[in-house]
């Protein structure tokens, strides 16, 4: 089933501009990990604001659960989604990291008295239980994204939509909440996850990815595929991930590393014990 | 010495219920000409740190030096700031509180002007700035506000870059940069490197920090955890959760503990590492 679907997008943000999104067609299926890249001003984060209706297109179509989006059923169809911002401060609106939380399971309606329990569970589980009464704005990069983080995931959302959100985390963090959404998904696997990323090694992971350049679909398909011609990629600003790039050149210097999954296989290749 | 900081104490909300350490005795200090970086966790304290360099915080204690410039608990005995900024220029963790002009243009040109430099002047050294970051004339006249997260950190860095201070301070330069973007912003800041600038950088990407860093300093609950050269990193590596090793340099250590004659010294890419195993098909045969 379609979770997420676009026909024919195109967007301009003033109608004497070029269009940033052109003609954007692509369908995410219910439970799959979708990660989008693309070049600094490709069109991600206003796709995002799209399919979240922030923004409406001057063309073309978004339906969420075969429903066509509009400005009737917006606040519907927005219902069904959580999403990290790019930029955490345009996230914020509660004086404290609780009320933060607590401001977006309002307007899901949960219920008042279930709600601390939630706020607790979820700050926990970004590392941030210390911080509940700090103000936002006044935490470190990081610690904002962990609370744009929670405040997410802590909607128990059927669609969760990541822009660059862990960008400014550190490599431990970062695999936290990689762990952090893994479970979610063993937990519902009918989560739907769109991930923006400039991290290569992030988007190999997943179970499709999207190309964007100026604004159009270049490419589509599984990681492997789209992570394999080094021509594209450059075409594109885009690197390979380091595994695929290492075993690539390995192999052209006749080293037989095809069945090799990691680093520990390969060394065992390049210099055998014994 | 470029640096050097003495006891540096720094506390947010002091005297009210939300006081907060955030740094807590800190002494170190940056050799001209290094390339330093800052790691460590969420919260640890880096961009607290970061900037007191130019002033923007005042220490609750303890004192910095950069160069002739020293940096007190004061407030009122700081002197020659705006000097001080000219030689010393921080690029901020959040491009947004740093621009605020109403085209890119102009906000790039904005340092210049301050320091004294005449308005065409300025708009040419800005142009130059804007195009070594990947950013044409469609952008020159755009609102910083009409750009994507990427697009303004671009323009951050101009800005910096077209003050050309001595010292340059960037607090994680490549967060929300595209793969090609980063790459071209590491090698002008490594070009201003190898002209003589020192370099301090705030990085989370342990890639970038074993490629071009020759000195870590590492942060821990707002203090010095470690300081030493990039090579000695991985004895730390347990010590510290902030200390990841980037997989190239997993594989490098694994084969030397098979007692493969790998110089992990030289390593710098996947090619580098490529060029030394290179031979070793034919030992096995
Ligand atoms: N509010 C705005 N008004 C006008 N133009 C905008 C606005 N926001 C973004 N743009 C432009 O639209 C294009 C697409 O921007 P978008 O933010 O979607 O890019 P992105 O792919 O998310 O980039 P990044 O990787 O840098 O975050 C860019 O060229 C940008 O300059
Ligand atoms: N404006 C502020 N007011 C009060 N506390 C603050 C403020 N800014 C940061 N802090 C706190 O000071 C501590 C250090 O923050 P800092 O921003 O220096 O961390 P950091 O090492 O740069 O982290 P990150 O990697 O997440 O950017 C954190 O606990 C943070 O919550
Ligand atoms: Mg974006
Ligand atoms: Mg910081």
């Known amino acids: 089933m379609n979770k997420i679907e676009l026909k024919n997008i195109s967007f301009s943000y003033s109608k004497d501009e070029t269009e940033v999104v052109k003609h954007v067609s692509f369908k995410v299926h219910e439970g799959s990990y979708v990660s989008i890249i693309g070049h600094n001003g490709s069109g991600k984060s206003t796709l995002a604001r799209l399919i979240i209706g922030l923004l409406a297109p001057n063309d073309g179509e978004i339906y969420i659960d075969d429903e066509l989006l509009t400005s009737k059923n917006v606040r519907k169809l927005r219902q069904k989604i959580g999403l990290v911002f790019q930029n955490p401060d345009n996230q914020f609106i509660g004086a404290t990291v609780e009320d933060d939380i607590a401001f977006g399971l309002e307007n899901r309606r949960i219920p008042r008295k279930d709600m601390q329990d939630i706020i607790n569970n979820y700050a926990k589980r970004v590392g941030m239980e210390d911080f509940l009464t700090k103000e936002p704005s006044r935490l470190s990069g990081g610690q904002k994204q962990r609370v744009a983080i929670a405040g997410a995931l802590s909607l128990n959302p059927e669609i969760l939509i990541l822009d660059e959100a862990t960008s400014m985390l550190d490599p431990k963090g970062k695999s936290d909440i990689r762990e952090l959404i893994n479970e979610m998904k063993k937990n519902n696997p009918n989560l739907t996850i769109l991930s923006i990323t400039h991290d290569v090694e992030e988007a190999y992971d997943s179970d499709e990815v999207i190309v964007l350049n100026k604004g159009e679909v270049a490419f589509k398909g599984k990681p492997q595929d789209v992570f394999s011609n080094r021509k594209i990629l450059e075409s594109l600003s885009l690197e390979m991930p380091f595994i695929m790039d290492l075993k690539d050149k390995l192999a052209n210097q006749d080293f037989k590393i095809d069945k090799c999954q990691n680093i520990d296989e390969i060394a065992e290749v390049l210099w055998p014990s014994k | ?285």
Not at chain 2, 170 to 185: F, I, M, N, R
């Open chain 2, 1 to 285: 010495m470029a640096i050097q900081i003495k006891d540096l104490r720094y506390v947010y909300l002091p005297k009210t219920p939300n006081a907060n350490v955030a740094l807590d005795g800190v002494t170190l200090t940056i050799p001209d000409n290094a390339f330093a970086a800052f790691i460590g966790r969420t919260g640890s304290g880096k961009t607290t740190l970061v900037q007191h360099l130019n002033a923007l915080l005042i220490p609750t204690s303890g004192e910095l030096e950069v160069d002739e410039f020293k940096i007190v608990s004061k407030k009122r005995k700081n002197k020659k700031i705006k000097e001080l900024r000219k030689h010393l220029s921080l690029v901020f963790q959040f491009p947004e509180y740093q621009l605020f002009e109403e085209t890119v243009e102009k906000d790039v040109a904005f340092g210049l002007k301050n320091f004294g430099v005449k308005n065409d002047e300025a708009i040419k050294l800005a142009h130059e700035a804007l195009l070594s970051v990947g950013l044409d004339e469609k952008y020159f006249q755009k609102s910083p506000f009409e750009l994507s997260g990427g697009e303004r950190r671009r323009v951050a860095i101009a800005g910096i870059l077209a003050i050309n201070p001595d010292i340059l301070v960037l607090d994680e330069p490549t967060a929300g940069l595209d793969v090609k973007g980063a790459k071209d912003v590491m090698s002008l800041v490594q070009k201003m490197h190898e002209n003589g600038k020192t370099i301090i950088m705030v990085t989370h990407d342990m890639d970038l920090v074993m490629k071009y860093c020759n000195l870590v300093y590492v942060l821990k609950d707002g203090k010095l955890a470690y300081q030493g050269s990039t090579d000695k990193l991985f004895d730390q590596v347990g010590e510290d959760s902030a200390i990841e090793i980037p997989p190239l340099y997993q594989l490098a250590q694994k084969l030397k503990e098979r007692g493969a004659p790998i110089q992990i010294e030289n390593i710098k890419s996947v090619d580098d590492l490529i060029n030394q195993v290179k031979g070793w098909k034919k030992r096995h045969e």
